[in-house]
T-cell receptor, first 115, second 113 residues
Framework: GEDVEQSLFLSVREGDSSVINCTYTDSSSTYLYWYKQEPGAGLQLLTY?????DMKQDQRLTVLLNKKDKHLSLRIADTQTGDSAIYFCAESPPPGSSNTGKLIFGQGTTLQVKP | EAGVAQSPRYKIIEKRQSVAFWCNPISGHATLYWYQQILGQGPKLLIQFQNNGVVDDSQLPKDRFSAERLKGVDSTLKIQPAKLEDSAVYLC???????????FGPGTRLTVT
């Protein structure tokens, strides 16, 4: 079945790097996503990675994918207080499957950035 | 470009009452999703529309929840009658047909007392 797991909480100092981890079970997932949710707001798409990639970098964000271990991570360089939020990992089934378009979310990791 | 709009932002009702939420997706987005996000959890898909047709409603509690997207643009999600466990944030998202990126609205926070 489909399942996405994340650690619940991470605390870092401003200026440090943050690494948020995620594991998933569906090896046929096509895309893996990272969303950010600030208090009282909807989800903001941060980045995504296609399943045939190992790494994707976008400014301060680096996504690493280990398909063998079904492990995804999000690294935020030079973490700022404005990065404090809940970060969700999500997987998407492949096109043509009965669940195309459906996102399976983890339970979210709360990132606390201390000044 | 305007984002996904939802209303109301907050709603408090008593159990057994009915409630409706409205969503206006990004212009041109054929696919529309409703998610339920219970406090402390990730969003869970309730229903997915492609234009005005239902693609996936396998997780929708059909005895009390209903949704429609009559003209393939706006959508409404209704709960009748509400239960305490329906307290959650209801998120609407949209994407281009076959698109990989879903864009979320701010959500409607429902409290059932």
């Amino acid at each position: 079945g489909e399942d996405v797991e994340q650690s619940l909480f991470l605390s870092v100092r401003e200026g440090d790097s943050s690494v948020i981890n995620c594991t998933y079970t569906d090896s046929s997932s096509t895309y893996l996503y990272w969303y950010k949710q600030e208090p009282g707001a909807g989800l903001q798409l941060l980045t995504y990675i296609f399943s045939n990639m190992d790494m994707k970098q976008d400014q301060r964000l680096t996504v690493l994918l280990n398909k063998k271990d079904k492990h995804l991570s999000l690294r935020i360089a030079d973490t700022q207080t404005g990065d404090s939020a809940i970060y969700f990992c999500a997987e998407s089934p492949p096109p043509g499957s009965s669940n195309t378009g459906k996102l399976i979310f983890g339970q979210g990791t709360t990132l606390q950035v201390k000044p | 470009e305007a984002g996904v709009a939802q209303s109301p932002r907050y709603k408090i009702i008593e159990k057994r009452q009915s409630v409706a939420f409205w969503c206006n997706p990004i212009s041109g987005h054929a696919t529309l999703y409703w998610y339920q996000q219970i406090l402390g959890q990730g969003p869970k898909l309730l229903i997915q529309f492609q234009n005005n047709g239902v693609v996936d409603d396998s997780q929708l509690p059909k005895d009390r929840f209903s949704a429609e997207r009559l003209k393939g643009v706006d959508s409404t999600l209704k709960i009748q009658p509400a239960k305490l466990e329906d307290s959650a944030v209801y998120l609407c998202a949209s994407s281009l047909a076959g698109g990989t990126d879903q864009y979320f609205g701010p959500g409607t926070r429902l409290t059932v007392t």
